[in-house]
């Protein structure tokens, strides 16, 4: 396995969330994701995909400031940090790091896991 596969897929998420591509998020996130936010909730494909369809999130920036990959079989491992802006009923803009489990499923990839930080 090459990390330019993963390093596409990453670009699609970041793509598909700027744009709130419900369509390409569904295809990219695996139905039993589970996913923590930056405020330690756990979340649902439901519940990530809703925000995007609804409108309450749209998100405006996502400016990439540093990324490692893992590779291990048919799993990888991302740790992306980066600056991002936007409205989730009031503006927001800071910077997280986010840690994603892609698992190829099916000849597919697809986030299984997810967590969100918030860096002080």
Request: charged share 25%; net charge negative.
């Amino acid at each position: 396995m090459d990390e330019t596969i993963i390093i596409a897929c990453e670009e699609r998420l970041r793509t598909a969330m700027l744009s709130s591509n419900v369509e390409v998020l569904e295809e990219l996130i695996a139905d039993d994701l589970i996913f923590v936010n930056h405020f330690g909730q756990i979340l649902s494909k439901e519940t990530d995909i809703e925000a995007h369809r609804s409108g309450n999130l749209k998100i405006t920036g996502i400016d990439i400031l540093d990324q490692r990959i893992r590779l291990f079989d048919m799993l990888a491992v991302t740790v992306t940090r980066v600056n991002l802006t936007g409205t989730f009923g009031t503006p927001f803009e800071g910077e997280f790091c986010y840690t994603r489990v892609w698992q190829c499923r099916i000849g597919k990839w697809q986030i299984v896991s997810g967590h969100c930080s918030s860096v002080a």
